[in-house]
């Protein structure tokens, strides 16, 4: 492996892989991305734990415990932090759950929803405890970049990175900047 | 015509905004001689024809070598004024343009402040563009694409906001409601009715409908109404419309928030009989 | 077991305490005054609560929207939609007469002792206890108001005894009279404070000069706005007089809400005729039939006093038709009692508030002086600006100017609070330095001054030398004393949650970044802030400054950034040792979930 290769972590939080899907619809580039470009700790890979690397792209906010210690290991081995896609910047689509509270959420879902057998709240020590809200994740970590859309298209993928590889401050030309 | 205040034809009536010489007449806003001219001032709670605001202080410009120790100084304001004296910043959409003054509009620092504002608005509110039927369409969101907004910065204030679904044909979301007052103002001015009004204070300040049961369905509000449709966000939306124009090819998909003209200029004004 | 998920309603009436409309009509009918704020007064203090029937009774009573009602019963921290104990406790959270001034918190004791959680009103309805902003106590030690009327120099012996009498139902009559006896605290007196001027002396010599000479007077005199503007008041009154309109106002600013100025409390405690005659001078120069005195709310115990001191008048022929016998000269003052709110000092917020609605400063111009009270030509000044007009009117102007400085004639009556041994009042010519306050307090180690109250100015000991005055330290005159002692980043905190408190909300630097900049602080405070933060708040703190709508937002960053400039170490000292500290406290967050799944083992944690 060439040792000159950036070495990029990504993860999912509390997302839907979305960004990450869009991320691989960068399609036949990869090739060329890969020429730069080796990855980590990610889904991709199935690399379970995080190593030093140089970029972590974290997609997803943080709804529970193990999103937190998942994050708190990227930001402690990555030099440059990207939080990807609406939920990590600001909690989207999961946290409109914080419009109500954890309790009703969880009565709603296991006690007293549709078609629910055997109400239970789970409380299996090996589940990961939810956070009181859904939060973004530059409340938990310095973020050092933030890339919106939900998803991101390939193309503001490419660019971000295409920016760091080179050397420059990363930007978005003003067409791939959008929240949805 | 009517009696204009007698004045010096020497002095010619235009103001200057980043260099840019512009005409105006007298009863002009800023704002008002800006747009005229096709000048962009960002902004949220102004709307041409409905009585100027200035509450969203998006508009915030400044003016160079005002006077500040004048009348016009409050007195907390005067401690600071000597450090500040050569340049103020007001509101563009509440300040009457006066001959000469010479105004900073498309500035960088401008810009990142109006950014700083608009994460306020985000983060105060819950505003979770992928689930709202107005993305594309919201001023809110156009106007952060405008300034490079990338994320809301401060910490979410996730605040529990009641929705209003009562209505047969309006639904009314506060979580996304910036408090900017159009639909207050159209209401009052222009449909000639009182549905809408702030309430409370400081952070907690949110809107209300003014009925006996503070809900929209006991309200006059009607799907015609002016009030219906000025919501810059997705606060008040008509119902079973949203999704018919599809997202890409929404008003700001195609446009961008800085051409001038987007927004109608309301005509038809018509005074609340309470006035 | 089946629980329904809460409702989840911020709508606040969604109970209505067994209050009949009959109830509610019959307090509404026998309510004298049709202001909005006393009728709201009136129900809140015999029905303990606003109920929402009484909001459209209300509404349909004074002919104005439910909404407007609505918004203001939502507005005042003095109105309620639920309802409050028959014993309602406010105590006061500022620095000089909070619950904490005698290093004890009695807030929590008073609490304990009567079984409440402050904010909630006891299960039998007996009694509620909250906080409050200033309630200008502050030469009094700690301070509350137990339904409208404050009792003193609290510390734990007292709150004891009152709890007890509380527990008893024992009715305030009942109590220590002398717990409620309110004393002026006059440590040093000068131009105004001086003699009383004899009611009507200042009117007969305005009459005697006439009018357009009285208000040259005033201008010549040098009178700048006592209220901290220090605007010219002889230009405003000439601006108003000019303003063309079919009435105009006089209004005089008895807002007070500055933590640390009690001043004005003094003036109309024991000047009352001072002010009403200043009103009247103010009245004949400008030509003004009608003339209102805001009162806040803090101070509705002095409203029976302040009425008995107009009825004289009217007797004395100093007030009502043809006074003093001159045909057309005409004025009636009305007194209206505020209900909480800081911000109705500022002058236009104040207007609003005296045309019934929420207290949101209005856009400038148009100023009060052509478009006020009822869109009519309207000055506003501070109580003690006209005390001092009146004495002018019979003094003359170089009488006042003989005192003070250049810039800042006639001398300014201080309050003086804090840690310090002889707190009180001081009437000192404009130009004194803050180290001779200091010595004449008696004040001891002291290690930094706030002057002006939490929108003025910190300083520190190497600016002691500085002079009061419009040239260099202008105050309303609000003068905190902070010892060695005191915790400066306490007190930088106890200002952040003020403003956050008191912001009306109009405006988005000010509504938003007044609650930014408090949850910062209290991060630092909590030792979870880092340098990252501070830099924040400073950006922050400059934004807010610049670009709010009004004096509020305009200088709630101050007392924030005068610490972080000026006493860096205070700041410093707390900060936590790494680079970033999360926003919330991550194990906290888990705690709602720990309860509701029974766990707590290792993995239900987060450090
Ligand atoms: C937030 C705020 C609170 C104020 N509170 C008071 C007050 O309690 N009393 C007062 O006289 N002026 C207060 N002012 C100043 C008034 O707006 C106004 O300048 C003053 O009443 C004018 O009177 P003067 O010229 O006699 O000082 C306040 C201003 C602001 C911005
Ligand atoms: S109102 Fe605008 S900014 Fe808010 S969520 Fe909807 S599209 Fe986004
Ligand atoms: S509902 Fe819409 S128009 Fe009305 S105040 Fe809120 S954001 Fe403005
Ligand atoms: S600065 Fe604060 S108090 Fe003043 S208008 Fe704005 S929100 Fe209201
Ligand atoms: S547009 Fe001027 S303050 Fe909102």
Same mark, same amino acid.
């Given at each position: 492996m060439n040792n000159a290769k950036i070495r990029v972590a990504t993860a999912s939080l509390a997302g839907c892989f979305g960004c990450h899907m869009s991320f691989l619809d960068i399609d036949e580039r990869l090739v060329g991305l890969l020429e730069h470009v080796e990855f980590g700790r990610s889904p991709l890979t199935d690399i379970k734990h995080?190593?030093?690397?140089?970029?972590?792209?974290?997609?997803?906010?943080?709804?529970?415990?193990?999103?937190?210690?998942?994050?708190?290991?990227?930001?402690?081995?990555?030099?440059?932090?990207?939080?990807?896609?609406?939920c990590a910047i600001n909690g989207g689509i999961p946290a409109m759950r914080n419009h109500y509270s954890l309790r009703e959420c969880l009565e709603e879902t296991y006690l007293n929803g549709v078609g629910v057998e055997n109400p239970q709240i789970p409380n299996d020590v090996e589940l990961p405890l939810l956070l009181s809200k859904v939060h973004p994740l530059h409340e938990v970590v310095h973020v050092d970049y933030y890339l919106p859309g939900c998803p991101p298209s390939a193309d503001a993928f490419l660019k971000i990175l295409g920016d760091l590889l080179a050397g420059d401050e990363p930007s978005l030309p003003k067409n791939l900047l959008h929240y949805d | 015509m009517r009696a204009e205040p007698k004045r010096d034809t020497a002095i010619p009536n235009t103001i200057t905004i980043d260099g840019q010489e512009i005409p105006f007449s007298i009863g002009q806003t800023i704002m008002d001689a800006a747009l005229a001219a096709g000048v962009y001032i960002p902004h949220l709670c102004h709307?041409?024809?409905?009585?100027?605001?200035?509450?969203?202080?998006?508009?915030?410009?400044?003016?160079?070598?005002?006077?500040?120790?004048?009348?016009?100084?409050?007195?907390?304001?005067?401690?600071?004024?000597?450090?500040?004296?050569?340049?103020?910043?007001?509101?563009?959409?509440?300040?009457?343009?006066?001959?000469?003054?010479?105004?900073?509009?498309?500035?960088?620092?401008?810009?990142?402040?109006?950014?700083?504002?608009?994460?306020?608005?985000?983060?105060?509110?819950?505003?979770?563009?992928?689930?709202?039927?107005?993305?594309?369409?919201?001023?809110?969101?156009?106007?952060?694409?405008?300034?490079?907004?990338?994320?809301?910065?401060?910490?979410?204030?996730?605040?529990?906001?009641?929705?209003?679904?009562?209505?047969?044909?309006?639904?009314?979301?506060?979580?996304?409601?910036?408090?900017?007052?159009?639909?207050?103002?159209?209401?009052?001015?222009?449909?000639g009715k009182n549905v809408f009004a702030i309430s409370g204070r400081g952070i907690d300040a949110h809107l209300i409908v003014n009925s006996a049961s503070g809900k929209l369905a006991d309200s006059d509000l009607e799907t015609g109404d002016m009030a219906a449709h000025i919501c810059p966000v997705g606060a008040i939306l008509i119902k079973e419309h949203g999704y018919e124009v599809p997202i890409g090819r929404r008003t700001f998909d195609l446009h961008r928030v800085s051409e001038i003209g987007l927004e109608p200029v309301i005509l038809a004004k018509v005074r609340h009989t309470d006035e | 077991m089946k629980h329904k998920p809460a409702v989840n309603s911020s709508h606040a009436y969604s109970i209505d305490h067994e209050c009949s409309i009959d109830q509610i009509r019959s307090v509404i009918a026998q309510n004298r005054s049709d202001h909005l704020l006393h009728i709201l007064h009136a129900l809140q203090q015999q029905l303990l609560h606003i109920p929402h029937r009484a909001v459209a009774e209300v509404a349909s009573h004074l002919n104005l929207p439910v909404g407007q009602v609505e918004s203001v019963v939502e507005f005042y921290s003095f109105f309620h939609n639920i309802p409050r104990g028959r014993y309602n406790i406010l105590l006061s959270n500022c620095t000089s007469c909070g619950y904490m001034a005698g290093g004890k918190n009695l807030l929590q004791l008073l609490c304990q002792l009567l079984g409440v959680v402050a904010g909630r009103t006891r299960a039998d309805g007996l009694v509620s206890v909250d906080q409050t902003s200033c309630v200008g106590m502050c030469d009094h030690g700690a301070a509350m108001l137990v339904n409208d009327r404050p009792i003193i120099r609290l510390d734990s012996g007292r709150i004891e005894r009152i709890a007890a009498l509380v527990n008893a139902a024992v009715p305030l009559e009942g109590w220590p009279e002398e717990w409620f006896d309110v004393d002026d605290n006059i440590r040093s007196s000068g131009l105004l404070l001086k003699d009383d001027l004899v009611a009507g002396d200042g009117l007969h010599a305005m009459i005697a000069r006439g009018a357009d000479a009285t208000l040259d007077e005033i201008t010549r005199s040098g009178l700048r706005g006592r209220g901290g503007a220090g605007f010219s008041t002889g230009m405003k009154w000439q601006f108003c007089r000019e303003a063309p309109g079919d009435a105009h106002y006089v209004v005089c600013n008895a807002d007070e809400g500055e933590p640390g100025t009690f001043k004005d409390r003094i003036l109309l405690h024991s000047y009352a005729d001072e002010v009403f005659e200043g009103?009247?001078?103010?009245?004949?120069?400008?030509?003004?039939?009608?003339?209102?005195? $805001?009162?806040?709310?803090?101070?509705? $115990?002095?409203?029976?006093?302040?009425?008995?001191?107009?009825?004289?008048?009217?007797?004395?022929?100093?007030?009502?038709?043809?006074?003093?016998?001159?045909?057309?000269?005409?004025f009636e003052i009305e007194i209206v009692v505020g209900a909480g709110a800081y911000i109705c000092g500022e002058e236009s917020a104040l207007i609003e508030s005296l045309e019934g609605k929420r207290g949101v400063p209005r856009n400038r111009p148009p100023f009060p002086v052509t478009h006020g009270y009822l869109g009519r030509p309207t000055v506003v000044n501070n109580v003690e600006t006209f005390s001092a007009a009146a004495h002018i009117a019979l003094r003359g102007s170089a009488w006042f100017s003989a005192t003070g400085t250049g810039k800042s004639a006639g001398s300014k009556i201080l309050s003086v609070s804090g840690d310090c041994a002889a707190p009180g009042i001081y009437e000192y010519p404009f130009g004194v330095t803050i180290q001779q306050v200091l010595e004449d307090c008696a004040a001891k180690d002291v290690q930094a001054v706030q002057v002006g109250g939490p929108s003025g100015t910190l300083i520190g000991k190497a600016e002691f030398g500085r002079k009061l005055g419009f040239e260099d330290l202008p105050t309303g005159g609000s003068f905190m004393v902070f010892g060695q002692e005191r915790d400066l980043l306490a007190v930088a905190v106890n200002f952040a949650h003020f403003f956050a408190h008191e912001s009306c909300g109009f405006c988005t630097p000010c509504r938003v970044g007044t609650t930014l900049l408090k949850n910062g602080v209290d991060k630092i405070a909590g030792g979870h802030g880092t340098h990252y933060d501070v830099d924040e708040l400073k950006r922050l703190g400059a934004l807010i400054k610049r670009r709010s709508h009004c004096g509020l937002g305009q200088t709630a960053a101050n007392h924030l950034l005068d610490v972080i400039q000026r006493f860096p170490q205070v700041i410093e000292q707390r900060l936590a040792h790494s680079e970033f500290e999360p926003y919330f406290n991550l194990d906290a967050a888990l705690e709602e979930a720990r309860r509701i799944t029974h766990r707590n083992d290792a993995a239900a944690h987060l450090e």
């Amino acid at each position: 492996m060439n040792n000159a290769k950036i070495r990029v972590a990504t993860a999912s939080l509390a997302g839907c892989f979305g960004c990450h899907m869009s991320f691989l619809d960068i399609d036949e580039r990869l090739v060329g991305l890969l020429e730069h470009v080796e990855f980590g700790r990610s889904p991709l890979t199935d690399i379970k734990h995080c190593g030093p690397c140089d970029i972590a792209l974290i997609e997803g906010g943080l709804c529970n415990a193990e999103n937190v210690h998942v994050l708190s290991e990227l930001r402690a081995n990555s030099k440059i932090l990207i939080a990807v896609g609406a939920c990590a910047i600001n909690g989207g689509i999961p946290a409109m759950r914080n419009h109500y509270s954890l309790r009703e959420c969880l009565e709603e879902t296991y006690l007293n929803g549709v078609g629910v057998e055997n109400p239970q709240i789970p409380n299996d020590v090996e589940l990961p405890l939810l956070l009181s809200k859904v939060h973004p994740l530059h409340e938990v970590v310095h973020v050092d970049y933030y890339l919106p859309g939900c998803p991101p298209s390939a193309d503001a993928f490419l660019k971000i990175l295409g920016d760091l590889l080179a050397g420059d401050e990363p930007s978005l030309p003003k067409n791939l900047l959008h929240y949805d | 015509m009517r009696a204009e205040p007698k004045r010096d034809t020497a002095i010619p009536n235009t103001i200057t905004i980043d260099g840019q010489e512009i005409p105006f007449s007298i009863g002009q806003t800023i704002m008002d001689a800006a747009l005229a001219a096709g000048v962009y001032i960002p902004h949220l709670c102004h709307r041409p024809g409905l009585t100027p605001h200035g509450s969203c202080k998006l508009c915030t410009v400044s003016i160079e070598g005002r006077n500040v120790a004048s009348h016009t100084a409050d007195r907390r304001i005067q401690a600071s004024s000597s450090v500040e004296i050569d340049s103020r910043s007001v509101s563009a959409c509440t300040m009457p343009a006066m001959a000469g003054q010479q105004i900073r509009n498309n500035t960088p620092a401008l810009n990142e402040v109006r950014k700083t504002i608009t994460q306020m608005l985000f983060i105060e509110g819950n505003h979770l563009c992928p689930s709202c039927e107005k993305t594309g369409d919201c001023t809110l969101q156009a106007v952060a694409y405008h300034l490079g907004m990338l994320d809301g910065h401060f910490p979410q204030l996730s605040p529990r906001r009641e929705v209003d679904a009562s209505h047969g044909s309006v639904v009314l979301d506060r979580d996304r409601c910036i408090l900017c007052e159009l639909c207050v103002r159209a209401s009052r001015e222009v449909d000639g009715k009182n549905v809408f009004a702030i309430s409370g204070r400081g952070i907690d300040a949110h809107l209300i409908v003014n009925s006996a049961s503070g809900k929209l369905a006991d309200s006059d509000l009607e799907t015609g109404d002016m009030a219906a449709h000025i919501c810059p966000v997705g606060a008040i939306l008509i119902k079973e419309h949203g999704y018919e124009v599809p997202i890409g090819r929404r008003t700001f998909d195609l446009h961008r928030v800085s051409e001038i003209g987007l927004e109608p200029v309301i005509l038809a004004k018509v005074r609340h009989t309470d006035e | 077991m089946k629980h329904k998920p809460a409702v989840n309603s911020s709508h606040a009436y969604s109970i209505d305490h067994e209050c009949s409309i009959d109830q509610i009509r019959s307090v509404i009918a026998q309510n004298r005054s049709d202001h909005l704020l006393h009728i709201l007064h009136a129900l809140q203090q015999q029905l303990l609560h606003i109920p929402h029937r009484a909001v459209a009774e209300v509404a349909s009573h004074l002919n104005l929207p439910v909404g407007q009602v609505e918004s203001v019963v939502e507005f005042y921290s003095f109105f309620h939609n639920i309802p409050r104990g028959r014993y309602n406790i406010l105590l006061s959270n500022c620095t000089s007469c909070g619950y904490m001034a005698g290093g004890k918190n009695l807030l929590q004791l008073l609490c304990q002792l009567l079984g409440v959680v402050a904010g909630r009103t006891r299960a039998d309805g007996l009694v509620s206890v909250d906080q409050t902003s200033c309630v200008g106590m502050c030469d009094h030690g700690a301070a509350m108001l137990v339904n409208d009327r404050p009792i003193i120099r609290l510390d734990s012996g007292r709150i004891e005894r009152i709890a007890a009498l509380v527990n008893a139902a024992v009715p305030l009559e009942g109590w220590p009279e002398e717990w409620f006896d309110v004393d002026d605290n006059i440590r040093s007196s000068g131009l105004l404070l001086k003699d009383d001027l004899v009611a009507g002396d200042g009117l007969h010599a305005m009459i005697a000069r006439g009018a357009d000479a009285t208000l040259d007077e005033i201008t010549r005199s040098g009178l700048r706005g006592r209220g901290g503007a220090g605007f010219s008041t002889g230009m405003k009154w000439q601006f108003c007089r000019e303003a063309p309109g079919d009435a105009h106002y006089v209004v005089c600013n008895a807002d007070e809400g500055e933590p640390g100025t009690f001043k004005d409390r003094i003036l109309l405690h024991s000047y009352a005729d001072e002010v009403f005659e200043g009103m009247t001078v103010c009245a004949r120069v400008i030509g003004s039939g009608q003339g209102l005195l $805001y009162l806040r709310g803090e101070y509705r $115990y002095l409203l029976p006093q302040l009425q008995a001191v107009l009825a004289r008048r009217r007797e004395l022929g100093l007030l009502g038709r043809n006074i003093l016998g001159q045909p057309g000269f005409n004025f009636e003052i009305e007194i209206v009692v505020g209900a909480g709110a800081y911000i109705c000092g500022e002058e236009s917020a104040l207007i609003e508030s005296l045309e019934g609605k929420r207290g949101v400063p209005r856009n400038r111009p148009p100023f009060p002086v052509t478009h006020g009270y009822l869109g009519r030509p309207t000055v506003v000044n501070n109580v003690e600006t006209f005390s001092a007009a009146a004495h002018i009117a019979l003094r003359g102007s170089a009488w006042f100017s003989a005192t003070g400085t250049g810039k800042s004639a006639g001398s300014k009556i201080l309050s003086v609070s804090g840690d310090c041994a002889a707190p009180g009042i001081y009437e000192y010519p404009f130009g004194v330095t803050i180290q001779q306050v200091l010595e004449d307090c008696a004040a001891k180690d002291v290690q930094a001054v706030q002057v002006g109250g939490p929108s003025g100015t910190l300083i520190g000991k190497a600016e002691f030398g500085r002079k009061l005055g419009f040239e260099d330290l202008p105050t309303g005159g609000s003068f905190m004393v902070f010892g060695q002692e005191r915790d400066l980043l306490a007190v930088a905190v106890n200002f952040a949650h003020f403003f956050a408190h008191e912001s009306c909300g109009f405006c988005t630097p000010c509504r938003v970044g007044t609650t930014l900049l408090k949850n910062g602080v209290d991060k630092i405070a909590g030792g979870h802030g880092t340098h990252y933060d501070v830099d924040e708040l400073k950006r922050l703190g400059a934004l807010i400054k610049r670009r709010s709508h009004c004096g509020l937002g305009q200088t709630a960053a101050n007392h924030l950034l005068d610490v972080i400039q000026r006493f860096p170490q205070v700041i410093e000292q707390r900060l936590a040792h790494s680079e970033f500290e999360p926003y919330f406290n991550l194990d906290a967050a888990l705690e709602e979930a720990r309860r509701i799944t029974h766990r707590n083992d290792a993995a239900a944690h987060l450090e």
